[in-house]
């Protein structure tokens, strides 16, 4: 990232003025529906010269072509976030056709919903014993499951909830409310799923999932955790 930095700050002035003038008339959008290879667009979420609508664009115009937004990167996502990049160019290039391809491609989307964070904790925690469920859970879990195209991720994050919230799993609940946030749900629309889940779960199980929720809320808002219902902490096994 250094040098790449370095490189940019010594380049001639006007030979990059010149490039970007260059690449500024160079639109060939209308030729998109000729490309016939398989096409991956990448764009870094908070990219303020080329937005994902940009690379939304691309995957639009290209025959079957897909698009990967990648959190946390900017113009440079190559450089700013490596690790993501690499796992969504190698589940392009790999497809799903071998373990190690379904790894990577549930690898990218488990960093996407769950966050960072919270990932390279799961990572850095996994011992010998615990390897082979880690890989099961990226692999499987996140790298079928997660990746399928009949349900968006909003849709997951319903699904999800309901089954943690009839099945008692808190500490799994509150990592996944925090993951409803990152994909798209919003605080009332979670706040729905959890009423309906009182009619279908029980209106204890409820209970307890709002106050897991109101927490992860507060936790967020910076606000003292509210009393009520149940949580038993966190896990980084997801």
Known sequence: GAALV???????????AACCDALAAFDLRDRLGDVLAPTLAVAGREDPATP???AREIADGVPGAALTEIPGAAHLANTERPEAVTDALL????????DSARHHAGMAVRRAV???AHVDRAVAGTTPFTARF???????????IWT?????????????????IAHGHHAELAMHVRAALTNGLTREQIGDVLLQSAVYCGVPAANAAFGIAQRVFDELDGAAPASGGTDRGGTDQG
């Open 148 to 164: 399928g195209e009949a349900l968006d991720r909003k849709q997951r994050s319903c699904v999800t909830l309901t089954a943690l």
């Open 6 to 16: 370095e490189d940019l700050r010594t380049a001639d002035p006007e030979g990059y």
């Open 52 to 54: 994902p609508s940009h």
């Open 114 to 116: 769950l966050g960072d």
């Open 91 to 98: 589940t392009h290039l790999g497809g799903y056709g071998d």
């Open 134 to 144: 880690q890989d099961f859970i990226t692999r499987y879990a996140w790298g079928e």
